[in-house]
């Protein structure tokens, strides 16, 4: 397989730990993952309670050349704030053993299963990848706020390829029976290549910020992950006929519609103007009422499939609007 440049490493990791939640997913991973493990010469740390995945990383990495997580998204995004608390992310590179029940992240990033996973740790490429960071805590894939973490887990793959991001409208409207907006104020960084910086502010049902996630149906669903940008959602309150007319139109034409915003920017704050808001960060909790979002870029080395694609629109990602 060709490299894809200098930031492409195939190499091999001495020490390694495996962070191990039990409970993820189906919980009928735990006795392949430990076979597996033991095979390919990880020492498991399993977690028994919530926090356990972040503390058992932070201990491991100062001594460790590659932490995995075994489990689904929010074991992932604590073991990688685990990494980045010890302050060891240029030193521990972290692989993905997908055994969560999306298990969206690692389908970006090339990884089919737990078996290919391992398999992927002795034979894959190692990529330095973008961090989102929300306040002081870091995460991989995305930050939504708005959106219920049963509405954002519930949403199927086949409602985000036909509705794009309103597939967690319907979600969400389905779990609470009615939503109420959110009194927001969203100000977005200026982009790489001189493109001002722009503010909305308004009522909102959702604010969805992908790192390496993508909200919407018009493209594929990861976002480029080594660009130093956030792709940025804004889903306005609007009656559900012209959001699904909007949806089409996003779906049809991937085009910015009346009432669904979309921003790329390597920055940005959320104001609430009323109540503190919940945000889901890779699917662990955050209230707060003001959320500043920045993006480090090539801040963790990670462990990648032949499927992955830094850029998987193929086109330096200029599809995306910057206005």
């Not at 492409?8 to 493990?37: F, I, K, M, Y």
């Not at 089919?112 to 989102?132: C, Y």
Request: hydrophobic share 40%.
């Amino acid at each position: 397989m060709e490299s894809d440049g200098p930031n492409e490493e195939r190499t091999a990791d001495g020490n390694r730990v495996l962070v191990l939640n039990p409970v993820s997913g189906s919980q009928d991973h735990v006795d392949d993952v430990v076979e597996l493990a033991g095979e390919h010469g990880f020492e498991i740390r399993r977690t028994e309670d919530a926090g356990d995945a972040m503390r058992l990383a932070r201990q491991a990495a100062p001594e460790a050349d590659l932490v995995a997580a075994a489990g689904g998204d929010g074991t992932l995004n604590e073991v990688v704030n685990g990494v980045a608390a010890a302050d060891a992310l240029e030193t521990t590179t972290v692989a993905v053993v997908p055994a969560g029940t999306g298990n969206n992240f690692a389908t970006n990033i090339g990884i089919e299963g737990i078996e290919h996973a391992f398999a992927v740790v002795e034979e894959g490429r190692r990529r330095e990848i973008d961090l989102g960071l929300a306040n002081d805590r870091v995460f991989v894939n995305s930050c939504v706020g708005g959106v219920t973490a049963e509405a954002s887990s519930e949403t199927s793959s086949a409602s985000k390829e036909e509705l794009g991001v309103l597939a967690y409208v319907k979600e969400t409207v389905d779990a609470l029976g009615e939503f109420d907006a959110l009194p927001l104020r969203v100000e977005t960084a200026a982009g790489p290549n001189g493109e001002r910086a722009r503010a909305w502010e308004g009522q909102a049902l959702f604010v969805l910020v992908g790192n390496c996630r993508r909200f919407t149906g018009a493209r594929t669903a990861q976002a480029a992950v080594e660009d130093g940008l956030f792709e940025v959602t804004i889903v306005e309150d609007a009656p559900t006929r012209n959001l699904l007319s909007d949806a089409a139109l996003e779906g049809l034409f991937g085009r910015e519609s009346d009432h669904i915003v979309r921003r790329r920017a390597p920055s940005l704050a959320i104001e609430s103007r009323r109540d503190s808001v919940e945000y889901s960060l890779d699917g662990e909790m955050l209230e707060t009422e003001t959320i500043e979002l920045e993006t480090k870029p090539s801040a963790l080395r990670l462990v990648v499939g032949d499927a992955y694609r830094p850029d998987p629109d193929g086109d330096g990602g200029d599809v995306w609007p910057f206005a």
